[in-house]
């Protein structure tokens, strides 16, 4: 065999043949199957650092000082529970609220809007402050006239009077005690409770006299009350097109609404004998419709319409009234309208006989809730004795008149005594 061919022959026998037979090709290896899980199977020392990690979770949570917050220097954060007071306060929506509107009253807001970062929060369960050491003391003290309240119900007697007179103060304007004004000339006075019961009684006796709120309401401890009386006006404000062909347009009717509105938020001293009140009044009275002579485009009939233009005027007394004690009543003065809440109109269309001056005065009276209805059942069991009082002198026996005196003789009579007098 020559080497040509045993060549070939090798080539042959290399392609029909593989190069590695199949016995001796190694055991391919397969991976092994992985061991189960036990759930409950924790590494030593797992359980202590999985709760150590959860602490420092919780703690993270409640640190005071959020992430990225810039520290101010001499700040710092405060936090104050105010559970007991929410719950007093469970009627309303959002009863934390009054707690933030009377800490602006207490600091201001320069404090609180100002260069620096300030923050006030709070929830239903808790209020968080952020500020000086200074300012977090008058937030201390405004809380705890909340929280640490004596009464947390307060009953309020609410009076408000039109007056077309102002000489109710020729008799008791010396007993008057001025603790506010407002910008437009309005007056704020407290007084004793029977020199108010005096003046209310002389007014009754003026033709002029009306009384459009007298309420008697019970309010939570620092809570806002609103009383609003009112009377809708009815004008012609403009015209408006009805139609597209005819007439065309037409006189439009509009609305005002005439009104006085008292928002009152009482809040009690740290004794309770004296409460701290934020005021707000506001009267919008109109005086009258102009009317004025106005050219329209119509088809059919006269261009020439008439609309009216109101004159409307607006008083508004915002003031916070300090100490104001228990038992003594808050005279307000809201200024002089014409005619608030009255007929705009004089006798057959004429402005004679329109009103043209009327003051408004409000009357406030509080007392703690509890007070209030102990006096409540004081004065109706007084009532009951004096009625049997009264029973038990009709039933015994009348004594014998005094003779009359002789003719001629002059009867003697003593001075008019006034029992509103001291």
Request: proline share 7%.
């Amino acid at each position: 065999m020559d080497r040509r061919t045993a060549l070939m022959l090798t080539t042959l026998l290399g392609a029909l043949a593989p190069s590695r037979l199949l016995g001796q090709e190694p055991k391919r290896r397969e991976p092994k199957p992985k061991p189960r899980e036990d759930p409950d199977f924790r590494p030593a020392g797992t359980a202590e650092a999985e709760a150590q990690a959860s602490r420092r979770t919780a703690l993270d949570a409640d640190e005071p000082q959020p992430a990225g917050f810039v520290n101010e220097p001499g700040f710092q954060w405060r936090s104050f529970p105010i559970t007991r007071y929410t719950q007093a306060a469970l009627e309303q929506k959002v009863p934390q609220k009054a707690i933030l509107d009377w800490i602006f009253r207490r600091t201001g807001t320069a404090d609180w809007h100002g260069e620096k970062t300030a923050v006030l929060t709070a929830s239903k369960t808790e209020l968080r402050a952020y500020n000086s050491p200074e300012v977090l003391d008058q937030v201390d003290s405004v809380v705890e006239r909340f929280t640490d309240a004596l009464e947390d119900v307060l009953s309020l007697h609410i009076q408000v009077v039109a007056a077309v007179d102002t000489r109710w103060r020729h008799a008791v304007y010396w007993r008057l005690e001025p603790v506010g004004s407002g910008p437009q000339g309005q007056q704020i006075w407290t007084l004793a409770m029977d020199d108010a019961a005096h003046v209310l009684a002389q007014m009754q006796m003026q033709q002029g006299f009306r009384r459009l709120v007298d309420q008697k309401v019970e309010v939570v401890n620092g809570q806002t009350l609103t009383v609003r009386t009112f009377e809708p006006r009815t004008y012609s404000g403009g015209i408006q097109r009805e139609s597209a062909a005819g007439t065309g347009f037409q006189p439009k009717a509009d609305k005002l609404e005439e009104s006085i509105v008292l928002r009152m938020s009482p809040l009690l001293t740290h004794e309770g004998d004296a409460a701290d009140a934020a005021v707000d009044l506001t009267v919008n009275s109109v005086q009258a419709f102009q009317r004025t002579k106005i050219i329209a485009p119509r088809e059919v009939g006269s261009s020439e319409m008439s609309i009216d233009v109101p004159v409307a005027y607006q008083t508004r007394l915002d003031q916070t009234i300090k100490n104001w004690p228990l038992g003594q009543t808050l005279l307000l003065s809201g200024g002089i309208h014409p005619g608030v809440i009255d007929k705009k109109g004089g006798w057959l269309g004429t402005p004679l006989g329109a009103p043209s001056s009327t003051e408004v005065l409000v009357f406030l009276d509080i007392a703690v809730a509890s007070r209030a209805k102990s006096s409540a059942r004081g004065d109706a069991a007084k009532t009951t004795l004096e009625g049997a009082d009264a029973d038990a002198e009709a039933d015994a026996p009348r004594p014998k008149s005094a003779k009359a005196p002789k003719a001629g003789s002059r009867a003697v009579r003593g001075p008019d005594l006034d029992p509103e007098d001291p």
